[in-house]
């Protein structure tokens, strides 16, 4: 063994007046204080529009799903492989020559319908045929339906434990209506918050419901579908969701923050085949933008706009971020980025700097 120094103790309190010993005490318990403050963070947006995605992403980041968790996915991850193949069946045209026929997939409702590994290969070996690949390549599918058909062996398979992709690709969840996750903000700052984001399973119908439960609400954070711009009804409702928060009591003071979901799939959606932003809202011709109709960026700041002019608060500002939130990447960023403005306008609020 080698032959190791002897540590002598040092008192090192001991020439210290027990005064000024006391007061630096209380100033690391106050320091101690302040670094945990906790931020209750809620999570909004529109039916369709991502918060289940970007709270399964805060877990994918911050606090890694439990194997067990991943087990509690399993019959979840499994009805949403047949839920696509069901969906992807229905769209395509009825004269296809070679539609998969699976006792009971037409009647029976998808929870009910069991993918054993027999009908796995069946789907799989339909799936990879080119004339059916083809056709699926005109159908611009969602890629929650290419992941879940392409994983579909694995996924069937016994040992089976869903990946964090298959997670985020799941259509429905075992999560309780009110789904929780602290964050730990991780920059050595003195002002060092943790996030407590909340995300509950909201309409615009029960959004009143749920206010009240969380009494002082000190950020928001709101999700914006871009994909949505050719769905009047569901742009409708997130803006009256918008508009709803701005009003109520219970937000009125919170910071607003803006994720805008989807920005690719929406420019090359807007570039190709689907409606220009014209013919869908009247008033686009009126915007300043030259050429709303044909780049994306204007037509994104067209939309991006309607959020500022329903905003009688009087903030100012309201900082927004785009994301694809498929990305982990991506949202990783964001978060990092986010945090450091809340922390910009908490030390405005707190130090009035
Ligand atoms: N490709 C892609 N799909 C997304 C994205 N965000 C959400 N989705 C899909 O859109 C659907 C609705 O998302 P979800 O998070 O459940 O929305 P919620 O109703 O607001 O919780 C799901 O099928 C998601 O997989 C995204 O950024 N990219
Ligand atoms: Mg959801």
Known sequence: MPNMKQRSCVDFTGGLDSEVSQAIDEALRENKKSRGTREEVL??????????????????????????????????IRSSVLHVFRQ?????????PSILKIPGLDSSPTETLVLTEDIATLIRDWWSRSDIQNLSSDLSLDPSTTHLLDRILP??????????????????????????????FSEETRYRPILNCVCVRQSLGSIHKWLPIFGEISH?????????????????????????????RFT????????????????????????????????????????????????????????SERDWSGRRRIPRWEVDLMDTEGV??????????????????VCGL
């Not at 997670?167 to 075992?174: Q, V």
């Not at 050719?230 to 709803?244: A, H, I, Q």
């Not at 803006?258 to 009126?286: E, G």
């Open 252 to 307: 009125r003071f919170a910071h607003i923050y803006l994720i805008v979901n989807r920005p690719s799939t929406f420019a090359s959606k807007l570039t190709n085949t689907h409606p220009t932003l014209n013919s869908i809202y009247p008033d686009a011709d009126a915007a300043p933008d030259i050429a709303i109709a044909i780049t994306p960026a204007a037509a994104q700041a067209f939309l991006l706009r309607r959020f």
């Open 332 to 349: 990783r960023v964001t978060m990092r980025n986010m945090m450091d403005e809340l922390v910009q306008t908490r030390l405005v609020t």
């Open 88 to 96: 992807l069946h229905s769209l395509l045209p009825v004269e296809t």
């Open 220 to 248: 928001v954070i709101f999700v914006f579908n871009l994909n949505d711009y050719d769905d009047l009804e569901d742009t409708r409702k997130t803006f009256d969701l918008w508009e709803y928060i701005y009003s109520s």
């Open 155 to 184: 996924i069937a398979a016994k040992d089976y434990l869903p990946s964090d992709l298959d997670i985020l690709f799941c259509h429905s969840d075992p999560l309780p209506a009110l789904a929780e996750l602290t964050i730990p």
């Open 43 to 76: 999570i909004l947006g529109a039916p369709g529009s991502g918060k289940t995605t970007l709270m399964r992403q805060l877990r994918i980041i911050y606090d890694p799903y439990t194997v067990r968790e991943r087990e509690d996915f399993k019959p979840y």
